[in-house]
């Protein structure tokens, strides 16, 4: 097939991939969720998948016990090595299956894993023959011109979300190191006496002005990416972290009790 249509099956079942986590978490939040790590409707985790397993697949495994099996492996193997690739550089943890039966350090899960060997089955024998009927029928120039502006919104979006989550780290190293300055001098003190020291921290006029106005600084994407991955975890500023994903939970809980008093 001409490498448009592979492109654009790429963003097809990228697109699909993000509709399915967004339906899924916004069903459990009961509350709208952009799933994913873009700002836009695109999960590329998927669309690599996608292709990976019709490139494979599609034409050299007919039993489909074995197309299962044999799927289950690709896109484990997928979702572990980009659990590994993000972990590595942003130095967080984006997702966790540790609450799953048989996971293995939280990248991956039996649960997950059969999940993503359905969806392949069904993608390969009934999906993608559909998809590759319709994609055939649209014209080469139309082609290009929708691949060109979907690679174009792509690479502004991903330079973009690189850029905010590099900046939050940032963010974060500070408010660590706020909390490590003002902590720093109780730490010897007795463990009972730390939520006071706590609530008396928050309550400072040093925490007032400096913590407050980092938490401030690109406040709607950090609330956009800790909804999306709520089990997001730094390996380096954990703490920070913790502050910010509470921060984000009272808003939102906040908000959902408005919603309540308007019914």
């Known amino acids: 097939m001409h490498v448009l249509d592979w492109l654009l099956w790429f963003f097809l079942y990228s697109f699909v991939g993000w509709a399915w986590e967004t339906a899924l978490f916004t069903v459990q939040e009961r509350r709208f969720v952009n799933r994913g790590f873009l700002n836009g409707p695109f999960c590329p985790i998927y669309g690599f998948g996608a292709l990976l397993l019709l ?17 289950v492996f690709l896109t484990t193997s997928l979702e572990y090595l980009t659990a590994v690739l993000l972990e590595n550089l942003f130095h967080a943890k984006w997702w966790d299956y540790s609450m799953f039966p048989l996971n293995y350090k939280g990248r991956i899960s039996v649960i997950s894993s059969a999940v993503f060997g359905i969806f392949a089955v069904l993608q390969i024998r009934f999906i993608h023959p559909f998809v590759r009927s319709l994609t055939g029928r649209i014209p080469e120039n139309l082609k290009s011109i929708i ?9 502004i979006d991903f330079t973009l979300t690189i850029r905010h989550v590099f900046i939050m780290n940032g963010r974060l190293s500070e408010i660590q190191g706020a909390l490590n300055d003002f902590f720093g001098k109780y730490y010897r003190r007795a463990g009972e006496l730390r939520d006071s020291i706590r609530v008396s921290f928050e309550e400072s006029e040093f925490y007032s002005e400096r913590i407050k106005t980092l938490f401030s600084l690109g406040r709607l994407q950090n609330r956009r990416i800790i909804r999306a991955f709520p089990k997001l975890r730094s390996f380096q500023y954990d703490d920070a972290l913790k502050k910010m994903k509470a921060r984000v939970l009272r808003k939102k809980n906040a908000g959902d009790n408005q919603n309540e008093q308007d019914k």
């Not at 034409?59 to 016990?65: C, E």
């Not at 691949?147 to 690479?155: A, K, S």
């Open 55 to 71: 490139l494979l697949l599609e034409n050299n495994v007919s039993n489909i016990f074995a197309l299962f099996f044999i799927a």
């Open 147 to 155: 691949l060109l502006l979907v690679i174009i919104y792509l690479f």
